[in-house]
């Protein structure tokens, strides 16, 4: 008699069942407070902003933010793509250079893709055997039109942390827009 196989679901970072008590503070946002934030003429609509800006402040203290810094997207890959792609429009005078890292989450590398197509130029920079990347190859890599380097905090497949701390420092003392993607960190480091 064989031993019977039962899959395991090793994605949790990615996507996991809605914890209960999350489940259970949305069950009145779903059912009877529907009202939309933005229709300030209304009850429901007033009620559901204060709501939203409850959540916005939430945010913002988990992170360490001011909450007039917290944008709402459909989730991590439109909130990597607005940020690449406006930053990168938006400095393009000043250069069309990014670097980012090999490892990075595919919503990423996409983006620098298609930033490429547009006439951007990106470098890809190697991680080390530990998965770190090496701060001193990074440093190297900046150039006088470097304007936007992308690092993710805590990757998604590997668990690697980076050293955002010295990352963000070195682009800070070169110029740099400095692009986290802490998607898989929030909450966590």
Request: proline share 4%; with cysteine.
């Amino acid at each position: 008699m064989s031993t019977p196989h039962f899959p395991i679901y090793m994605d949790y970072s990615a996507t996991n069942p809605c914890d209960p008590r999350v489940v259970d503070a949305m069950i009145p946002w779903l059912r009877e407070h529907f009202g939309n934030p933005a229709s300030r003429s209304h009850a429901w609509g007033w009620e559901a902003e204060k709501a939203v800006e409850t959540a916005r402040e939430q945010v913002a203290a988990l992170i360490g933010a001011d909450p007039r810094e917290i944008v709402w997207t459909s989730g991590a890959t439109e909130s990597n793509n607005l940020a690449l792609k406006g930053a990168a429009h938006f400095y393009k005078t000043k250069g069309k250079h990014l670097i980012t890292v090999k490892t990075e989450h595919k919503a990423v590398l996409d983006t620098c893709r298609e930033l490429e197509r547009q006439g951007f130029e990106v470098t890809y920079m190697d991680v080390q055997a530990d998965g770190l990347l090496d701060l001193e190859a990074f440093k190297a890599a900046i150039r006088p039109d470097t304007i936007i380097a992308s690092v993710m905090f805590v990757n998604n497949e590997i668990g690697v942390i980076q050293d955002i701390a010295a990352i963000g420092a070195i682009c800070r003392e070169k110029g740099v827009i400095f692009h986290v993607d802490a998607a898989q960190a929030t909450g966590r480091v």
